[in-house]
């Protein structure tokens, strides 16, 4: 069974920083571009960042763009997300994604195939 499994969410402070992990077991996922999105209470689930599946191109949202780091480990099969200069703004529920995914897809959520259950992340004020 193939699973994404979260990790790292927490409590943050303004301007702190978190490192969220994502580890993929039941199949290897170095065919697969990788992705992280966020859902905040009463909105939409957003794109924050992707990595293409030879990690040599990263995707950022605006919003996160020279805060955020979206990174991938092919030897262990994990991704992981470098949050720095966190605002209030950055609380949601963060969520892993993998599917095979093309450059001008890869923000949209529809495109992917694979899901974590998500990490809570909360920035306080």
């Known amino acids: 069974q193939v699973q994404l499994v979260e990790s790292g969410g927490g409590l943050a402070q303004t301007g702190g920083s978190l490192r969220l992990s994502c580890a993929a077991s039941?199949?290897?996922?170095?065919?697969?571009?990788m992705g992280w999105f966020r859902q905040a209470p009463g909105k939409e689930r957003e794109f924050v960042a992707a990595i293409s599946r030879s990690g040599l191109s990263t995707y950022y949202a605006d919003s996160v763009k020279g805060r955020f780091a979206i990174s991938r480990d092919v030897a262990a099969n994990a991704v992981y997300l470098q949050m720095n200069s966190l605002k209030p703004e950055d609380t949601a529920v963060y969520y892993c994604?993998?599917?095979?995914?093309?450059?001008?897809?890869?923000?949209?959520?529809?495109?992917?195939?694979?899901w974590g259950q998500g990490t809570q992340v909360t920035v306080s004020s």
């Open positions: 039941g199949r290897t996922f170095d065919g697969k571009a």
């Open positions: 994604a993998a599917g095979s995914v093309v450059a001008f897809t890869i923000r949209r959520r529809e495109a992917y195939d694979y």
